[in-house]
Structure formats: structure tokens, C-alpha cells
């Protein structure tokens, strides 16, 4: 029974993570069909930005986060207006695919300069102390990140449904020849999505640094388990893509319990496979539809 709490509440933890880093790669896909492939190194990026501002400058963690997610939120602007409006005139161009990961090492890299190649932990305001439900002992600063990833989710949630900003976004993922035709600079509206990836990303990372040890050089391995996520759901479902990335936390935990921690990767990424195999648009997903 310990054991399966153990799984049950780790796993939601990881997943909580996973699936509001994965959001980022949504948001900017149904708005203009294209992806920021450097969303790892921007994960990275919050989490080495969190050590300093709280390690190193001793800001404490609330503004910390905020300042992280606003800094990380900003490079997102700066990505889409470098590495992704220029490629992104053509539909059938990839030329953003490459830009992207250019922006992503480029990233890395200076991260590297900056920090150096030794892993950060950002001491987390929950401290080292253990809980205990039901026999399994997990960590409050573990713990904490499902109330705090719900929290971002349903801030999105409403921020996508209710705000001026969030109805732009929906229109221009649904017609962006029309929102054009109102007045409304499209060109804004796809920024919009690319900074808050930005943001989902740089808070991921923040969050990630009070549990998990980050270094420059983890941004590639977490970009690919986002993009799992992303694209096992449905790159169109974000409701498919929380639970996906809950769903692969759990197996990820699972696999590392019963099997071998050196096999969780490849099971997963196989199952991933499989999946997609068998449906192509992911579980959630629909086949998109052709926009003008």
C-alpha cells in the first residue's frame, strides 16, 4: 500500500511538471502551427536564473519566481521575433525547427559560461521535511508542486477563456485571415503565445531547481519528455496534455520502482511510439484543420 502512494503521489508530482512545461509547446502550436524546440533549454534557463536570484543574490522566492518567469517570458518575445516570424510565413516551411534549436544551444551554451557545468539545487521554501500518508514518506517540497502546478493551470485556464488577450489568441488559432480583417495585429497575438511558453517554461524550471539538481546541459533531455508529452496528448488538447503528462509521471516512477530506473526512458519513449502508431494525433488529439 506505501508503495503505491509512493508512486501515486511522486508520479503526480513529476507529471504536474512535465504537463505545464508541455503546455508551452500548445499554446504556440494551435496559434501559428509551430513549436519553440529550445523549450528545454528554456526550462534550464528558469531553473540556473531561480539558483541566482535566491542562492546567490538572496532575493526571496516569491519575487524570485515572479522575476524568473518574467525574464524567461520576455526571451520567448525575443525567440518568436528572431527565430520564428521570419520562417513562419510559409506554411510549408520548417525553417523555424531549425532556428529554434539554433536559439536553444545558443542558450545553453551561455548558460554554460555563466554557471559553469556543476548542478544547482534552489533550497525550497517547504524545507527537507517528510510526510507521511498512508506509510509512504514523500517530501513537502515534492508535494508542493501539485497545489502549485494546479495553481498555474487554472491562472491559464482563465487567463485563455476570460481575458481579451486569451479571446485573441483563440480567434487567431481559429481564423487568423479574420482576426487580421478586425484589426487585430496577429503578429502580437503569436508573440503572446510564445512568451507565455516562455513563462510556463522559466516557472517549470524555477519549480524543478527546489527539488531536482539542474545544470546547463539538462535543457535537451527535458525539452524531449515536454515534447512527449506534448505530442502523446495531442499538440491541439491542452486538457490531454495535463493528463499525458500526469499519466507519464507515473509510469516514469513506476518503471524506476518495479523494474530499473536505467530502463525508464526507453519504456517510455517506446510507449510513446507504440501510441502514436497506433493513433497518429495522439490521444487527445484531432486532425488539424486548414486555416487562411
Same mark, same amino acid.
Given at each position: 500500500?506505501?508503495?503505491?502512494?509512493?508512486? *501515486?503521489?511522486?508520479?503526480?508530482?513529476?507529471?504536474?511538471?512535465?504537463? +505545464?512545461?508541455a *503546455?508551452?509547446?500548445?499554446l504556440?502550436?494551435?496559434?501559428?502551427?509551430?513549436?519553440?524546440?529550445?523549450?528545454g533549454?528554456? $526550462?534550464?534557463?528558469?531553473?540556473?536564473?531561480m539558483?541566482?536570484?535566491t542562492?546567490k543574490?538572496?532575493i526571496p522566492?516569491?519575487?524570485a *519566481?515572479?522575476?524568473?518567469?518574467?525574464?524567461?517570458?520576455?526571451?520567448?518575445?525575443?525567440?518568436e521575433? +528572431?527565430a @520564428?516570424?521570419?520562417?513562419?510565413?510559409?506554411?510549408?516551411?520548417?525553417?523555424?525547427?531549425?532556428?529554434?534549436?539554433?536559439?536553444?544551444?545558443? #542558450?545553453?551554451?551561455?548558460?554554460?559560461?555563466?554557471?559553469g557545468?556543476?548542478?544547482?539545487?534552489v533550497?525550497?521554501?517547504?524545507?527537507?521535511?517528510?510526510?507521511?500518508?498512508?506509510?509512504?514518506?514523500?517530501?513537502?517540497?515534492? +508535494?508542493?508542486? #501539485?497545489?502549485?502546478?494546479?495553481?498555474?493551470?487554472?491562472?491559464?485556464?482563465?487567463?485563455?477563456?476570460?481575458s481579451?488577450?486569451?479571446?485573441?489568441?483563440?480567434a487567431?488559432?481559429?481564423?487568423?485571415?479574420?482576426?487580421?480583417?478586425?484589426?487585430?495585429?496577429?503578429?502580437?497575438?503569436?508573440?503572446?503565445?510564445?512568451?507565455?511558453?516562455?513563462?510556463?517554461g522559466?516557472?517549470?524550471?524555477a519549480?524543478?531547481?527546489?527539488?531536482?539538481?539542474?545544470s546547463?546541459?539538462?535543457?535537451?533531455?527535458?525539452g524531449?519528455?515536454?515534447?512527449s508529452?506534448?505530442?502523446?496528448?495531442?499538440?491541439?488538447?491542452?486538457?490531454?496534455?495535463?493528463i499525458?503528462?500526469?499519466?507519464?509521471?507515473l509510469?516514469? @516512477?513506476?518503471?524506476?520502482?518495479?523494474?530499473s530506473?536505467?530502463f525508464r526512458?526507453? #519504456?517510455?519513449?517506446?510507449f510513446?511510439?507504440?501510441?502514436?502508431? $497506433?493513433?497518429?494525433?495522439?490521444?487527445?488529439?484531432t486532425?488539424?484543420?486548414?486555416k487562411v
Amino acid at each position: 500500500m506505501s508503495t503505491l502512494v509512493q508512486i *501515486l503521489l511522486s508520479g503526480v508530482a513529476i507529471g504536474s511538471l512535465y504537463a +505545464l512545461i508541455a *503546455l508551452g509547446y500548445s499554446l504556440t502550436y494551435v496559434v501559428n502551427g509551430t513549436l519553440n524546440m529550445s523549450q528545454g533549454q528554456l $526550462v534550464m534557463l528558469g531553473g540556473m536564473l531561480m539558483y541566482s536570484f535566491t542562492v546567490k543574490s538572496g532575493i526571496p522566492f516569491i519575487p524570485a *519566481l515572479l522575476l524568473t518567469g518574467i525574464i524567461v517570458g520576455v526571451l520567448g518575445i525575443v525567440m518568436e521575433r +528572431l527565430a @520564428v516570424r521570419k520562417f513562419a510565413t510559409d506554411p510549408s516551411s520548417v525553417g523555424w525547427v531549425l532556428s529554434t534549436i539554433a536559439a536553444g544551444i545558443i #542558450i545553453q551554451d551561455v548558460a554554460q559560461f555563466l554557471w559553469g557545468p556543476d548542478e544547482r539545487v534552489v533550497p525550497s521554501p517547504a524545507g527537507e521535511e517528510i510526510v507521511r500518508l498512508f506509510g509512504a514518506g514523500v517530501y513537502w517540497k515534492e +508535494l508542493i508542486f #501539485i497545489p502549485v502546478a494546479a495553481l498555474f493551470f487554472a491562472g491559464l485556464a482563465y487567463f485563455y477563456k476570460y481575458s481579451h488577450w486569451g479571446l485573441w489568441l483563440r480567434a487567431t488559432a481559429d481564423n487568423r485571415t479574420a482576426v487580421e480583417l478586425v484589426g487585430i495585429n496577429s503578429h502580437r497575438v503569436v508573440a503572446t503565445a510564445y512568451m507565455l511558453c516562455g513563462i510556463l517554461g522559466g516557472l517549470g524550471g524555477a519549480m524543478m531547481a527546489t527539488n531536482f539538481a539542474v545544470s546547463a546541459s539538462i535543457g535537451l533531455s527535458l525539452g524531449l519528455k515536454a515534447i512527449s508529452v506534448a505530442i502523446l496528448a495531442g499538440l491541439n488538447s491542452a486538457k490531454g496534455i495535463v493528463i499525458s503528462g500526469l499519466a507519464l509521471g507515473l509510469a516514469e @516512477v513506476a518503471v524506476a520502482q518495479f523494474i530499473s530506473s536505467d530502463f525508464r526512458e526507453i #519504456i517510455i519513449y517506446l510507449f510513446v511510439i507504440l501510441v502514436l502508431y $497506433v493513433k497518429p494525433t495522439g490521444w487527445f488529439g484531432t486532425k488539424p484543420v486548414v486555416k487562411v
